[in-house]
């Protein structure tokens, strides 16, 4: 059957796991038979079945599928997936009524499943993995490939992108985190894939990868994008280990860059890594106050946070940080904890942070489920079918349960602007100090 692989971004850059994702499903079909065509414009006119591979909402937000929607035939089966972040929301189906299929988590045999359906003129609704009723999660799914097996990622439908062969390759390592957070869509969307398989790459394998990617498209600096690069914290450890060895033992020359938890955070894997090539790691500290981490299910305490941020300090290593300064329940003083944490250890922004900080309420996650019971009993909110997806579009405010956090984010929104935000040093303190005078000002 022919396929086609939409690719939304082609830039590596900003827009990674993505990219490998569908580097990945790209060879998966490919290695079933399949012919694949993945494009970053246009859906092929005579693919039978079209995957948007949509990771994050504004995937959707874009007008992404009103352009593919304008491109493609009544007959053509068109599936959105989202993995391992699902972007599907229930205001999709409602809206775009040509969407045959959503499909979030890990879809490699829901895929197969509906290729089949296809070939045998067979409706889909019978898939399991595919979200049905939108209030509802999909029926738990086995997956039956180890990740170790996946063939070897194809960019070669890159070829047109400078900042793939100039830049970054980024490979994914691990489908696990040991994390819970309330707020993690990955993590719900992780409970509904029966845990049969293994699902993290050995170091072996990864070793495999990155000599491929150096040699078939001469990459050097790798962006390992997992939600978390120690699956679990004991064999991640030792994973990280073994790979650092033998990166070291082959002379592989690489520099690297990885996603983890600050309790990951281990002075003797890191200072081997480092050895071995880790140039900078992303952790979402998210706040500074206890009271948040706890809301947010974090299972890190804000000194935990900070030994990892002293031991990548002492190692010289650069950690880029995940925040989130407001959320439905913020308070003042949390807010001013959070000043106080991020004000005092330095740390970079990832590239696309904007100073946008609020929580999403992502689709099933407990956070959302706690807004919307608490809001429904509140008369400030009006709920209908596309509440979240107006709030995110910003034709309604960010709902807030302490109406001086409202105006304080007013405020702060509305001198956001004021801000350089191509002066990346400068943009977290030159943020956290207009949210001072925000306080100050109510
Ligand atoms: S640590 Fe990150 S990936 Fe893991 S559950 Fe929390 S938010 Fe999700």
């Known amino acids: 059957m022919l396929i086609s692989i939409l690719i ?3 830039n590596l850059q900003s827009d990674g796991y993505p990219e490998i994702t569908r580097g990945e499903l790209h060879s998966f079909l490919e290695s079933k038979g399949h012919t694949v065509a993945s494009n970053p414009y246009e859906p092929d006119i005579n693919a039978e079945l079209i995957i948007i591979n949509a990771q994050v909402i504004e995937d959707i937000y874009y007008s992404l599928i009103d352009d593919i929607l304008y491109r ?9 997936i989202g993995n391992p972040v699902a972007c599907a929301r229930d205001f999709i189906y409602e809206k775009y009524r040509r969407i045959n299929a959503i499909i979030p988590g890990e879809y490699e045999n829901v895929i197969i499943n509906i290729i089949n359906n296809i070939e045998s003129k067979t409706d889909l609704k019978n898939i399991i993995g595919i979200y049905k009723e939108k209030k509802n999660l999909p029926e738990q799914r086995s997956i039956n490939i180890n990740y170790d097996e996946f063939p070897m990622p194809d960019f070669s439908y890159l070829y047109y992108d400078s900042s793939f062969y100039n830049k970054i390759c980024y490979l994914t390592t691990s489908r696990e ?12 969307y992780r409970t509904i894939v029966n845990n049969c398989c293994k699902k993290y790459k050995t170091a072996d394998r990864v070793i495999e990868e990155i000599i491929h990617v150096n040699t078939a498209y001469q990459q050097s600096i790798i962006a390992f994008s997992d939600d ?9 450890k030792l994973r990280a280990y073994e790979l650092a060895e033998k990166i070291l033992s082959k002379k592989i020359k690489i520099k690297f860059i990885l996603n ?5 955070v281990d002075y003797e894997i890191f200072k081997l890594l480092k050895r071995a090539g880790l140039m900078k790691v992303f952790i979402g500290y998210e ?28 190692l010289n290593i650069r950690c880029d940080c995940g925040i989130i300064m407001f959320d439905p329940w913020t308070e003042i003083g949390e807010l001013r904890q959070t000043i106080e944490f991020f004000k005092k250890y330095e740390f970079q922004m990832a590239v696309e942070w904007n100073g946008k900080s609020i929580l999403h309420m992502a689709g099933h996650t407990k956070l959302r489920k706690m807004f919307i019971d608490q809001a429904k009993a509140s008369s400030n909110f009006i709920f209908n079918e596309d509440y979240f997806h107006n709030v995110y579009k ?3 405010p960010y709902p807030f349960f302490n109406k001086t956090i409202m105006k304080i984010y007013g405020y702060y929104m509305n001198n956001l602007k004021k801000i350089n935000m191509y002066d990346r040093k400068n943009i977290l303190n030159n943020t956290l100090e207009l949210l001072e005078r925000a ?4």
């Open 177 to 188: 985190c040991n994390g819970k957070c309330s707020f993690c869509e990955g993590y719900i």
């Open 260 to 264: 983890c938890r600050a309790d990951n």
């Open 228 to 236: 978390n690069f120690f699956p679990n914290p004991e064999e991640g």
């Open 72 to 80: 493609t035939s009544i007959n053509q089966v068109i599936c959105i």
């Open 8 to 10: 939304r971004k082609p």
């Open 394 to 396: 910003g034709f309604i």
């Open 439 to 442: 306080i100050v000002e109510y």
């Open 287 to 314: 706040s500074g106050s206890e009271a948040v981490l706890q809301r947010y299910d974090k299972q890190i305490s804000v000194d935990s946070s900070i030994m990892a941020i002293k031991t990548l300090n002492q």
